[in-house]
């Protein structure tokens, strides 16, 4: 007899947690398993994915952070006795307490935990964010303890979360994401169009996504060189940031300066078949975030054979390796620098496209699912 597992996907709308929805419910068909697969989703969400082998459970979302919290702990137990499950599956990073059945938690969010977050962005915070992430932060350590099993998507998340709680090795499992590589151009890109290279940046804006060390480190390139850029980016729009965001005056004011607009492209918000497109026109992949639970651009970067500017974080490094060239986070001068190397370096970025392509091929959603599974039947 089949066991039901229920994904409880409720929170999941955007960024990474939706590349990982989308590509999971992909990926779970084609893989053998003894498990009937139950989704919990937002009536919100516009997720168009179907498979008669998935039944999909759509409710509506408490807007709060106490709503959600209190369905998690007493509305999702109906859901678990009315479709009879087995195993649940938590993709937001929060158990259940005296969860009835067991339990796994994908830990996603890795700025609750993050140091050079923590120093940098958390004080330029309102009194109510702050309390905000310290609360969420001890919410999903009490769900770390409680858990049957842990999994994370990169052994960088696992170190940071230690600074802050004991992991038993024995519940804790780093299964890396990865990617649809046939998706993606096999074939290297040019060295160049019409002398005008396409830099390249696929992430919504956020205080932990580093823009505004980007938009400086634009402005010090228009000085420095002399061939043409253009910096592709997937932010909502090019005259309003997220205003919500604790460095959105800070980034607005350099993003709004002649010397860096005139060096931006923005894309506005993509599909995913649109960004996959997207990867072809450029010529750099820059990814310049300061903290990271994975980073699926970074896949798809390398799936496209883009040579990579990154920062040079510990999660970036796992993924990329010897793949990409690496600046100090909150330094525009050395990103400047790293950047106006592969511009004026047409080899340099030949030989680490080629090693982009070569190494996108060790990450590989049917392993990702594949462990899942063993997971589930281990528990």
């Not at 938690?105 to 993050?114: A, N, T």
Request: aromatic share 12%.
């Amino acid at each position: 007899m089949k066991k039901n597992i229920l994904i409880n996907a409720l929170s999941i709308k955007m960024g990474g947690g939706l590349t990982y929805l989308e590509n999971l419910l992909k990926e779970l068909p084609k893989v053998s398993h003894p498990f009937q697969i139950f989704i919990l989703l937002s009536k919100e969400n516009n997720l168009s994915f179907f498979s008669p082998e998935i039944d999909f459970i759509k409710i509506k979302e408490p807007g709060s952070l106490i709503g959600k919290f209190l369905f998690n702990q007493f509305g999702l137990r109906k859901i678990l006795k009315k479709y009879k499950i087995d195993i649940l599956f938590q993709m937001a990073n929060y158990a259940m307490f005296f969860c009835p059945i067991k339990q796994v938690i994908l830990l996603r969010q890795s700025h609750f935990f993050s140091k050079i977050f923590l120093k940098n962005i958390y004080p330029l915070f309102s009194f109510k964010k702050k309390i905000d992430l310290v609360l969420r932060r001890f919410l999903i350590i009490l769900s770390v303890k409680i858990a049957d099993a842990v999994l994370a998507p990169s052994q960088a998340m696992v170190d940071d979360i230690k600074n802050f709680v004991s992991l038993p090795g024995s519940k804790i499992y780093v299964n890396h994401y990865g990617t649809y590589l046939e998706n993606f151009s096999k074939s290297l890109n040019p060295a160049a169009r019409a002398n005008k290279i396409n830099l390249l940046y696929t992430s919504h804006y956020w205080d932990h996504k580093n823009f505004g060390t980007l938009f400086e480190a634009i402005a010090i390139l228009d000085k420095s060189i002399s061939e043409e850029f253009t910096v592709l980016l997937t932010i909502d729009s090019d005259n309003s940031l997220n205003k919500n965001c604790a460095t959105f005056k800070i980034d607005f004011d350099i993003f709004s300066k002649p010397e860096v607009k005139k060096h931006i492209k923005v894309l506005g918000k993509l599909s995913y078949s649109q960004t996959i497109n997207i990867y072809k026109e450029a010529d750099i992949f820059l990814w310049p975030t300061i903290t990271e639970a994975f980073g699926h651009p970074l896949i798809e970067a390398m799936a496209s054979s883009l040579p990579i500017v990154a920062s040079d974080i510990p999660i970036n490094r796992e993924i990329c390796d010897d793949v990409a060239l690496y600046f100090e986070p909150l330094s525009p001068k050395d990103f400047a620098e790293k950047m106006k190397l592969l511009i004026e370096n047409s080899e340099l970025r030949k030989t680490l496209a080629e090693k982009s392509s070569e190494r996108a091929k060790l990450f590989d959603w049917g392993n990702h699912v594949r462990k899942l599974f063993e997971i589930f039947e281990k528990i």
